[in-house]
């Protein structure tokens, strides 16, 4: 699967340590995996078109313009990862037939080794253009803004829709590769920039937030119905026809991009507190030109300038909310840091600092073998239980019943992700994972229907699940500053070893002669090992950050005192 896809928020405090005391820095998320700076950690962006405030926008269009993409993203972020869904047409319209041994075509086998290989490598090499591609988009967001990201998206989603469709017209050209490679580009343009929509409606951005991520988990469910269609039909709505139909889509992206969706961004919650500030400050309401004018002129300016003000500032409150709503979210977000233990471990370092720490370290480690393993297991799924249950018809059951809980189990985890990320400790949630992949391990590997089942559910739930809780941890403990390289390498890292999974498959089936267990076993118990390794880290480094957080705490609130004390004494002495 995609570590893109899960983003918890677009913006938090950091923690940073200044001239002795401590600070809190709100900073909004940069996917930007090479940020340019001019000062030391202050990355520098000047975009392209300037973002404007939110409510210089009708609601109307805003609503149409998050609707929008969040349909944008459920028909194109993330359709490569229905993979499971859309191999049974593969197979059978031969797709790589050719490649089978006349030994094995005499047999009669459905899908032959070869054949296999090929087209697990078709998934391995989208779902690591996803990953890493990632960089490269972000990079791009940031510094050139969403409607760029959005036509290179239109014309990737276009490039692979025409590929595949001529592969399957064409005998003699092999497009499927490249096309799904065109497709998985694109679905990262799509989706990368969806997140920036949630400053449309600034108070519900953390809605708005988990409706796009669920949009990304339903959109594998494309190549579900195109299954069911072509199921349906006998094999007449052939692929060739889905992809040529499929350029639609693109098309319905493009023309959007230039009627409802705006050119720029909509400014953060940070900067729209800052223009609520400014409009606070009633001394705006006297210019230096008033001296030019008479009184009377002068209280009608000013009354202008005061009605201009309070107009803005109304504005302003309505879509972000006043002050006693602001202290409100930021006690909220202050009680999520102090729940979960690991707040501002390495906040204010260097990227570079941070990934030689073990916190980056382990971190990887799990997460590059838990996306391998995931993506095993989507590629394979059916032809393990085949061999485990020794039944092709239990095997088709099992794929089927797979298809649909793997885009429902996203959407449906959705709240109850949001609460665990709210509510438990990094390291507790790190704990539910580790249990959660070692129960899947266990499970996977027993050649009963009931288990089967039980795993297929667990998988869907654990997948949003892991995802989630690995960019948040991210946020936490490296902090927004360094989130696009820190989190960028992660992504890259487990994109590249994704390309692995055929050496998995090969194994599979030259060493094990296609017994899945041992595999299962081997990386189940590496899981472990790797996930109780950054428990225990998380664990014991949680206790020493909660000490020293509060020395500095209480180091800053001393010298608040001594210059509260010093400034009475100075006042006192002046009278």
């Not at 519900?204 to 190549?223: K, M, N, R």
């Not at 050119?263 to 609520?276: A, D, F, R």
């Not at 009354?303 to 006690?331: M, T, V, Y």
Request: hydrophobic share 45%; net charge neutral.
């Amino acid at each position: 699967m995609s570590l893109i896809q899960r983003v918890s928020t677009i913006e938090q405090t950091d923690r940073e340590p200044a001239y002795g005391s401590v600070k809190s820095i709100r900073r909004v998320i940069s996917y930007d995996a090479f940020p340019p700076r001019d000062e030391p950690f202050e990355p520098v962006h000047v975009p392209i078109v300037p973002a404007v405030p939110a409510y210089k926008v009708s609601t109307s269009k805003r609503l149409a313009q998050v609707c929008f993409t969040v349909l944008a993203c459920w028909l194109a972020s993330g359709i490569v990862f229905g993979f499971a869904a859309l191999k049974p047409v593969l197979v059978s319209v031969g797709v790589y037939r050719e490649l089978c041994s006349s030994k094995e075509l005499q047999a009669g086998v459905e899908v032959c080794y070869q054949q296999d290989l090929r087209l697990n490598f078709f998934f391995a090499i989208a779902s690591t253009t996803c990953n890493v591609s990632a960089l490269a988009v972000g990079t791009i967001l940031d510094r050139y803004g969403p409607r760029l990201c959005a036509l290179l998206g239109c014309a990737s989603l276009t490039a692979g829709a025409i590929l595949m469709a001529s592969a399957f017209r064409l005998p003699d050209f092999d497009g499927f590769v490249m096309g799904n490679v065109f497709l998985a580009l694109g679905g990262t343009f799509i989706f990368l920039p969806s997140f920036q929509i949630a400053n449309a409606f600034p108070k519900y951005s953390g809605s708005i937030v988990a409706t796009v991520t669920g949009a990304f988990d339903a959109s594998a469910a494309v190549f579900l119905f195109y299954r069911i269609a072509f199921e349906t039909s006998k094999g007449a709505f052939t692929p060739e026809k889905f992809f040529f139909a499929y350029l639609a889509v693109p098309a319905l992206i493009l023309v959007a991009q230039f009627t409802v969706m705006s050119h720029g961004n909509y400014k953060s919650i940070p900067e729209l507190e800052q223009k609520q500030e400014k409009a606070r400050d009633v001394t705006k309401d006297v210019h230096s030109s008033d001296d030019e004018l008479d009184d009377r002129e002068v209280r009608r300016m000013r009354g202008r300038r005061r009605e201009h003000r309070e107009s803005k500032l109304a504005e302003l409150d309505k879509l972000i909310g006043d002050r006693r709503e602001r202290a409100r979210r930021d006690q909220q977000e202050a009680e999520r840091h102090a729940v979960s233990g690991v707040w501002g471990a390495l906040h204010g370092k260097s990227a570079s600092e941070q990934m030689l720490t073990p916190w980056f370290i382990l971190l990887t480690l799990l997460t590059v073998l838990q996306m391998l393993r995931m993506n095993y297991f989507i590629a394979t799924i059916r032809a393990q239980y085949e061999y485990m249950t020794g039944s092709e018809h239990f095997a088709r059951q099992i794929n089927a019943f797979f298809d649909i809980m793997l885009p429902v189990g996203g959407v449906a985890a959705t709240p109850a992700i949001g609460y665990l990320l709210d509510s438990v400790s990094t390291a507790a949630l790190l704990c539910i994972l580790v249990a959660l992949t070692t129960a899947i391990g266990i499970v996977g590997s027993l050649p009963f229907v009931w288990a089967a089942y039980v795993n297929v559910v667990l998988f869907c739930l654990l997948r949003p699940l892991y995802y989630s809780a690995m960019s948040d941890y991210a946020t936490k403990v490296f902090g927004f500053q360094t989130f696009g390289t820190v989190y960028g390498a992660i992504i890259c890292l487990s994109g590249l070893v994704n390309l692995f999974q055929p050496a998995i498959d090969a194994a599979t089936h030259d060493v094990f002669h296609d017994n899945p267990i041992p595999i299962n076993a081997i990386l189940t118990s590496l899981g472990f090992v790797f996930g109780l390794m950054l428990v225990m880290y998380v664990i014991v480094q949680g206790r020493r950050i909660r000490s020293l957080q509060a020395e500095q705490d209480e180091t800053a609130s001393l010298l608040v005192s001594i210059a509260e004390d010093e400034s009475e004494y100075e006042y006192s002495t002046f009278r």
